[in-house]
């Protein structure tokens, strides 16, 4: 930024100009999300006082951002921060930045806990996240029940586990649990290698990419997430075969093992459940119209 230039609309002006020249694809929002991160100041205010200065240190903080923008690090990691279910999740690079479509996962799990649709023992419904990675999907489950007494129609408390092989992981999970204020257990280990009991409900965001589509994804996604939190081995499958496999022996009776998939795995999934003993699978679609959840209920 050039000397001189100070004001907010000179700021957000070069911002802009920086990114749309480097081709991120959100130049605008990003330019504006990494002004008010550094200012404070909301866009009602922007618009009111345009010319407001900004402090010599803004303005060195803005662009060293927009520049580290410009080089593909993803807004998230600058910030530390992504929002999901209405709620604010720490970020970094230890853990898969949650995205929008996840959001249809903790719908639907919500939906099934609300609709009586959970089995529990006696006193409550235990919930099983796997590799939950920032705890996003378990933490948004247990917070919105939460706010609905955290008791489903029939008086059952809701208790939650989320288990990752990442340590690093799990202690930004453990960070937002304690900064949401919300009671989870977190255990590192291999899929349900320390897992002990039955839940009403397993969930999973498993890595599902194929390994050789990964070169093609963003500079921000490949080179940023966890690769570990990529990769679903050859096929894609690889993680939803084991814990389909596996899991019958960690659900109650009549327990639902719901997944959220990549765009073009609904109907192998599908299948998948249906051959290892699971009713009424379910395909359900995201705000696009592409499969993003599968779910089905455990009867053997």
């Given at each position: 930024m050039k000397s001189?230039?100070?004001?907010?609309?000179?700021?957000?002006?070069?911002?802009?100009g920086e990114l749309e020249s480097a081709k991120i694809q959100e130049y605008e929002l990003d330019a504006w999300y990494l002004l008010e991160y550094v200012t404070g100041i909301d866009k009602a205010r922007y618009y009111v006082e345009p010319a407001q200065k900004i402090s010599e240190e803004q303005k060195q903080t803005y662009c060293s951002l927009i520049n580290r923008r410009k080089k593909r690090v993803p807004l998230q990691h600058l910030t530390g921060e992504q929002a999901f279910m209405g709620l604010k999740f720490k970020v970094n690079e230890q853990v898969l930045i949650p995205r929008q479509d996840t959001e249809i996962a903790v719908e639907t799990a919500l939906e099934l806990l609300k609709n009586g649709k959970v089995p529990s023992d006696e006193e409550e419904i235990k919930i099983l996240d796997m590799c939950t990675g920032s705890g996003c999907i378990l933490l948004s489950v247990l917070y919105w029940a939460k706010e609905h007494a955290r008791k489903d129609k029939k008086g059952r408390k809701i208790a939650g586990i989320g288990a990752d092989i990442s340590e690093r992981a799990l202690e930004v999970a453990r960070e937002n649990a304690e900064n949401l204020n919300i009671l989870a257990e977190f255990i590192s280990g291999d899929l349900f290698e320390n897992i002990k009991g039955k839940f009403g409900m397993i969930i999973s965001n498993p890595p599902y990419i194929r390994t050789s589509e990964i070169e093609k994804l963003e500079p921000e996604v490949k080179e940023h997430d966890p690769i570990e939190a990529l990769d679903g081995k050859t096929d894609g499958l690889y993680f939803y075969r084991e814990i389909v496999r596996i899991s019958g022996d960690f659900l109650e009776k009549k327990g639902v093992l719901l997944f959220e998939i990549?765009?073009?795995?609904?109907?192998?999934?599908a299948m998948l459940l249906q051959e290892n003993g699971f009713l009424d699978v379910t395909v359900k679609k995201d705000l696009a119209g592409l499969d993003r959840v599968v779910y089905g209920v455990y009867d053997r």
């Open positions: 001189g230039e100070e004001s907010l609309q000179d700021a957000y002006s070069w911002g802009r990549g765009c073009d795995q609904g109907k192998e999934v």
